[in-house]
Structure formats: structure tokens, C-alpha cells
């Protein structure tokens, strides 16, 4: 089963940008659709944004125009650019495959605060 491992942690002001980065344990070539999802304190995980393996993207409408999900398969890593950052987006993050059926790691903390 594959291992994934996010980072680009950070405390961002409301407006900042930032960047996250999946790591995967091994090729991701053979999964078609990866996704970042997000947990904020006391709510559900929900997705955030998915990039099937052509580069096909989703995202939640409350991110449209703002993140942006990318992937390097040669790298077997899978990205989120996220801008024009707002509180709410304060959350942990997490990347799965699409549906979420790897095992959930760690994830990477974003505080967006002034």
C-alpha cells in the first residue's frame, strides 16, 4: 500500500499563499485520480481538490480560483498551491488517492491568521 507524506506546513496571513507537497512511497503511475483533503477542528474531512493521472482537476467550491492541485508523476509527488488564503481554510491537510483508500497520514497544519 502505498505511503504518503505531506509537508508545507505554515502560519500564513489572510491573503498569503502557500505550498504543499505529497510525497508518495512509491509510483503513483498506476493511481488514477490523487486528492488533497482537509480537516478543520471539530468538522469532517472533506475534499479539498483531485487530478486524475491525464490532469484532469476537481476542487470544492470554496476554493475555486484560489488552489490549484498538480501533479509530478516522475517525482511521485502531488502538489496544492494555494492563494488568496483566507481563515477558514485553517485546517489540517491530508493527500489520499481519490476515493481516500490509502492509509491517512500525518497531514500538514495551515493556520491562516493575522
Known amino acids: 500500500q502505498v505511503q504518503l507524506v505531506e509537508s508545507g506546513e505554515g502560519l500564513v496571513q489572510p491573503g498569503g499563499s502557500l505550498r504543499l507537497s505529497c510525497a508518495a512511497s512509491?509510483?503513483?503511475?498506476?493511481?488514477?485520480?490523487m486528492g488533497w483533503y482537509r480537516q478543520a477542528p471539530g468538522k469532517q474531512r472533506d475534499m479539498v481538490a483531485t487530478?486524475?493521472?491525464?490532469?484532469?482537476?476537481n476542487y470544492a467550491d470554496s476554493v475555486k480560483g484560489r488552489f490549484t492541485i498538480s501533479r509530478d508523476n516522475a517525482k511521485n509527488t502531488v502538489y496544492l498551491q494555494m492563494s488568496s488564503l483566507k481563515p477558514e481554510d485553517t485546517a489540517v491537510y491530508y493527500c489520499?488517492?481519490?476515493?481516500?483508500?490509502?492509509?491517512w497520514g500525518q497531514g500538514t497544519q495551515v493556520t491562516v491568521s493575522s
Open positions: 489520499n488517492t481519490s476515493p481516500p483508500l490509502a492509509k
Open positions: 487530478i486524475t493521472y491525464g490532469g484532469l482537476t
Open positions: 512509491r509510483t503513483i503511475l498506476s493511481i488514477n485520480r
